[in-house]
């Protein structure tokens, strides 16, 4: 029979809860390592960016010839620029004459029409018997005043026998016959007055009823283009909307060889454009290519909210490519005079390059590579961009994106 063990060895079959498995160690272990050297990474590209990175920007180089992105002008320097749009001068939206309902439509968007031409019929039916209807009235008429000219031709007739008798032998026809032959005669003569008035009268219904119908076809007031179809076949029209579901105008038109560039330009910059000064115009959707135009007109009356004089610019290259409503912006050339070349030359930059702090108009320049803050005398928004009066000279590259918040000495790298 063997003994009870001993303490000692009961001890041994104790579990240590404290002291971790082998495989448990290592693998903490290894998570340790892991997070210890992706901790030095990122330490280190921290470092490196703080130290030597550098931060894409957008710049524009600021030149003397009227500013960045304008060339210089056959006839001279950029003097203004001002964004737009291109409108038709010869415009029309055109509706019915009289309310009805549209039973015929010949055009569509972009159909060429000439002046006169019927667009749209409206339903006419009962304008057309109207029609009918006075043309017999005015046929009876007629027929009506023949027969009363026949009695009072007879009636005449009947008077001057009875006269002559009684000139010849009194006592054949007493002075009272004479006088009611001649009574019938004069009444005659008014029955065919009276019926020429009512000819008239039936001739002028007949040109209202022809008038009423003439209203139901709607007709090209110019020749033009119809840019929009506004109503469809079925619908109510009328010469002015009253709700519901009346149309007003059935097409709007243009003609397009009226095109011309309307802009707001600043009033602090009006006094540099006059009629007849050349232009150059670059439409948004073709920015690569740019159009001759003139100045029409210079409307005057200034926008009180906006402080702008409108300007009206006719576009001397003709282009199928423009149409109405393109956003354009054009730059105004100024002369090249004698007296203009001894002025200080106009430094025109992109308005968002010029930045407002603390009230003062700053700009960031950048130099081998970093940020350079500048105060600068800009002057007020014209088409997207500000002239400089001081503070600049010309060739710096300015920061017009990329960064929201610039800092002095920031390390920047330019791009377009």
Known sequence: ????????????????????????????GRVLWLVGAAVVIIAVVVLIGRRGGTVPVQVVTVTTSGGAGAARGGNGAVAVVANGYVVARTKAAVSAKIPGRLAMLNVSEGSRVQKGDVIARLDNADY???VGQAEAGLASAKATLIETQSDRDQLQREFVRVRDIHSQNPNLVSPQEVENAESRARQGDARVDAQHARVDAAAAALRVAQANLENTYIRAPFSGTVLRKEAEVGEVVAPSVGGGLTRGAVVTMADLATLEVE??????????????????????????????????????????????VQVKVTIVDRDPRILTEMGAKVEFLGAASSTERTERPRIIVPAEAVRSENGRDVVWIVR????????????PVSGNFREIRSGLAGGEQLLVGGIETPRDGQRVKTGQ
């Open 263 to 308: 802009v707001d330009v600043n009033e602090a910059y009006i006094a540099r454009i006059q009629g007849g000064q050349q232009a150059r115009i670059t439409l948004d959707a073709y920015p690569d290519t740019s159009f001759r135009g003139a100045v029409r007109q210079v409307v005057p009356t200034a926008d009180r909210q906006r402080a702008t």
């Open 128 to 130: 057309a018997a109207a």
């Open 368 to 379: 081998d590579g970093r940020l350079q803050k500048r105060d600068v005398d800009a002057g």
């Open 1 to 28: 029979m063997t003994g009870s063990p001993s303490a000692a060895d009961l001890s041994k079959l104790r579990i240590n809860r404290d002291d971790p498995p082998p495989a448990v160690k290592r693998a903490l």
